[in-house]
């Protein structure tokens, strides 16, 4: 218990006047070397460490992967010197400032080594190098003397002795330097001498000088300082890392404004060297900087001569692209040279607005330059075909996609030519047929066939349907690849149309010989034997029924005569008066007939049997003795409605009322009525249904389309 009071009453007196003194005496040594002007040292020191951060930060981005892993190691060892000078210059304690002297001996042993090494990898000029063969040789020296300064005390190879002394109000240590230390400095000095040498020399040669001299700046400044502290001449106070803050900045400024690692050198020597394409390389002021033997063999002049000298000095005979290298806004060109043709691409080299010169890439375009001139040609042969064609010719790429579209396009659809390219022939059809032509197409691509006889509807500009007759051939590149398609599209809307026509009178013809062979031959067998009973019975009734036959296959023959001549004629639609049809034809019944509305369509002849067959088909079968007729414009369509009030239709016969010889009910007629009602309003283009009226009878709604005037 009385030996912890006593320890306890010592520590109070060694806190209170050790501690608190030792605290007290560093707070007055900081005051001294921070005043005014001593703390401009601790400024640029700290300076140095800030700027070699930021370096290590730059080049470790994305936008600097390209940089070898040398250069950071540099730099990182300039951080680890400046932070350890810093701290030296910052405490009065020699115990302490040893310690941190041994800490920058971290980066001063690998600063020359990873500078060197650094340069080696930059110019390309030391591969043995890089490779490895002299990589670990190179390295013991550094590694040797970080050992040595850490075990300093126990050889003094390093620092022979050591004493501190006073420059103002530094307390810094006064050095005796041992063997080892003089054998390191000769090392790196001779490193240093090589990287200089290998940077002058690769910047003689013409790349990028400003970038080089910015860098070789930045590699002589800190040196400088390490000078001035061998010699003596700072008064003891080492500078080197001052220097290297200068030395920082300038390679700083370089890397934002000269781009200086925005490219290897070794890959250009690599690369660019071996490119078949010339690389011609200026600066602000039109001055050659560099060039590749590619350019020398386009330009029959050696890199040696063309250096140092303008570009229309040099390319005097290439006037096209002494004004690409003359023009800052000018794009591509293409030049004559010797009877080549050469394409010329320039772009700006620039740093953060500043340019700095221009990169041409010269690359010969003769071959290509030829075969436009026969395509022209080829060309101009296939517009003049296409001019005088009357259909039109197209060209497609593999994708289906216009690339030439001949200007008899503009007649028949009613585009121009440039308003096509760029689509493809499915956009301007109706939707399903657009999907049925694709994937007809693109079966037919697949396999680099020919498209023969390929029918097709399209829609107009103006929206009128036209039909195509679509024939082309595949275009194959030399190795036998599908370019795309070429042919010709011929307008057979009018052919279509006639076949239509055609179809329909067959189907007309058709319909009656059917008529003809079954009703009619049925109706006189009948009456044949009707006439042969009466002949044997004298009964009028059986002379009635065959008269009654007879008539009724009269009464046929005429609706079938009137209707063949109506479609073979080829008379198209005409503008039609409905409530006129109607008037007309309720005036032949004698039940009660109200008509509502009117409205225009277009239609023929045949229309009239429309009506009159209704209203037959609801005197004699719905047994009305009252038909409603409303007759109504809803928008471009004309709605007719004939509305009895008879017996009506039950469900199921209504699904079968419009088919082909159907008959319902004791006075079913041929079966052919309603089919003929349904067939001529489909060839006018609408349709017909039946409906339920209330509270009794049928509806048969009739829609047309209206008549939109010329």
Known sequence: MWGMKLFCRSWDKYRTFYIQGAIFNHME?????????????????????????????????????????????????????????????????????????????????????????????????????????????????????MFLAWTNEHHGLIWAHITTVESGPYVILDITYGIWFWIYSAYSYLLLTASTFLLISHAMKGASRARFTTIILAALIPWTGQILY????????DFTPVAFSIGGAILLFGIYNYRIFDFLPIARNAVIEQ??????????????TDMNPASERIFGISKKDAMGKKAPEVFKDCVELVKLCEDEGAKEKTCEHKGRYYRAKPSTISGHGIVLGKLVLIEDVTKQKKAEQKLRESKQRFEDIARSSADWIWEVDKEGKYVYVSGKVKRILGYAPKELIGKTPFSLMPKEEGKRIREIFQKIASKKENIVDLENWNVTKDGRKVCFLTNGVPILDEKGNLIGYRGVDKDITERKKAERKITELNETLRLINKI?????????????????LYSEEKNEAFMEKARERIHKSIALIEKMKGLEATISSGKGLKECHVGEVVNAVVKNYEVNCTVRGDCTVMADEAFYSVIDNLVRNAVVHGKTDKIDITIEGRGNECEIRIADHGRGIPDEIKKKLFEQRFRHGDTAGTGLGLYIVKKTIERYGGSIRVEDNEPVGTVFVITLKQYAGD
């Open 29 to 145: 040594y900081l005051r001294a070397i921070l005043s005014w002007p001593y703390g401009i040292i601790i400024l640029l020191v700290a300076g140095s460490i800030v700027t070699s951060s930021s370096i290590i930060i730059l080049v470790l981005r994305k936008d600097f992967r390209n940089v070898n892993f040398f250069f950071p190691l540099t730099m990182a060892s300039v951080l680890i010197w400046s932070a350890g000078y810093l701290g030296e210059l910052l405490t009065p304690e020699k115990s302490v400032m040893i310690l941190l002297s041994k800490i920058e001996y971290i980066g001063i042993s690998l600063i020359s080594f990873g500078w060197f090494m650094f340069c080696a990898q930059y110019t390309g000029r030391v591969k043995k190098i890089t490779e490895g063969k002299y990589l670990y040789p190179l390295l013991l020296i550094p590694l040797v003397t």
């Open 230 to 237: 061998i010699t003596n001449l700072s008064f003891y106070l």
């Open 275 to 288: 490119m078949v394409e010339g690389i011609i390389v200026c600066d602000a002021q039109n001055v050659i």
């Open 516 to 532: 003809m062979r079954h009703d009619i031959l049925n109706d006189l067998q009948i009456a044949d034997s009707s006439l042969e």
